[in-house]
């Protein structure tokens, strides 16, 4: 049975704008420890500078949420505040101590990072499957839970399936979302690969990305070139932002099929549910 975030865990989660009306507390510095569940990997020095020099000249303005450990406290939420303070020079800093146990930690961390505009695709990636793996949910279920569209959710979670190269290129945002999904339609990962670099090496958009793969696709012999019709590339469209991946009509004069891809066995079930909601 999918497991929710439970009535605790949300309240927790609400509650988090309104931590001035709980105790705050003053910590040492050297007791704080990062999140080890932090989604978050990179922490843009640019931006991180600017939040150390409003917290020398302002201080910590929004306390830091922590729950106790065995070697001092841990962060729940607010890992760049308490890095400012670090950077600052601080001794100490305004935190919050809650009573959280290990998977209370995990969801708050993820549902936070969740709402920054800043995450990377990867990031939101992997925050998302994160939490479908820790709470035995589906994508549909996710996508409720986080107030996205389920679309949102599978067109993330197939970036996943990009190597780590390429990966790690989004995350330093030389690439693009649109870029990623572009690329997780090439089944060749070393072409992918060779893609990704071109990419990089000659700033080129989305629809210059679309065209080289496209191009680069073998050529079908022996096949009449079909006009297109613009009906059936509506009902494609339409079909693709339903299902969140790649959909094809074939037709002829007289019968058709239509395909629709999937990346893997989660990726085949989700679609099956969609298929049958109205059934």
Same mark, same amino acid.
């Given at each position: ?94 935190? &919050? ?6 998977? $209370?930690?995990? /969801?708050?961390? *993820?549902? #936070?990072? !969740?709402?920054?505009?800043? =995450? ?27 107030g996205k569209s389920r679309p949102h959710i599978a067109n993330h979670l197939r970036l996943l399936n990009l190597s780590d190269a390429i990966q790690e290129k989004m995350s330093q945002k030389a ?10 339609? &090439? ?6 690969? $060779?893609?990704? /670099?071109?990419? *990089?090496? #000659?700033? !080129?958009?989305?629809?210059? =990305? ?70």
């Amino acid at each position: 049975m999918a497991k929710g975030l439970g009535k605790g865990v949300s309240n927790l989660f609400k509650d988090m704008s309104s931590i001035h009306d709980e105790h705050v507390q003053q910590l040492s510095v050297k007791d704080i420890r990062p999140n080890p569940y932090q989604p978050r990997k990179i922490f843009e020095e640019i931006p991180l500078e600017e939040l150390t020099a409003s917290v020398k000249e302002h201080g910590i303005l929004q306390p830091i949420i922590v729950r106790k450990s065995l070697k001092g406290f841990e962060i729940v939420a607010g890992e760049r505040r308490f890095r400012a303070a670090k950077q600052a020079e601080l001794t100490h800093v305004p935190a &919050v101590v809650r009573d959280l146990n290990d998977r $209370q930690m995990m /969801e708050l961390s *993820v549902l #936070e990072n !969740l709402q920054r505009e800043d =995450l990377t695709p990867i990031e939101e990636a992997k925050a998302y499957e994160t939490l479908m793996k820790k709470l035995e949910i589906s994508q549909d279920e996710l996508a409720k839970k986080v107030g996205k569209s389920r679309p949102h959710i599978a067109n993330h979670l197939r970036l996943l399936n990009l190597s780590d190269a390429i990966q790690e290129k989004m995350s330093q945002k030389a690439l693009t979302m649109g870029h990623g999904r572009a690329l997780a339609g &090439v089944k060749d990962t070393h072409a992918a690969e $060779q893609f990704a /670099e071109k990419v *990089v090496k #000659e700033g !080129l958009n989305v629809r210059q =990305l679309e065209k080289l793969i496209s191009e680069a696709a073998p050529a079908k012999k022996d096949k009449p070139k079909q006009k297109t019709d613009p009906h059936l590339k509506h009902q494609e469209t339409v079909l693709r932002e339903r299902f969140g991946t790649s959909v094809a009509i074939r037709k002829n004069k007289h019968k058709g099929k239509i395909e629709i891809e999937f990346m893997s066995e989660d990726d085949l079930e989700r679609i099956l549910s969609l298929l049958g909601e109205n059934g």
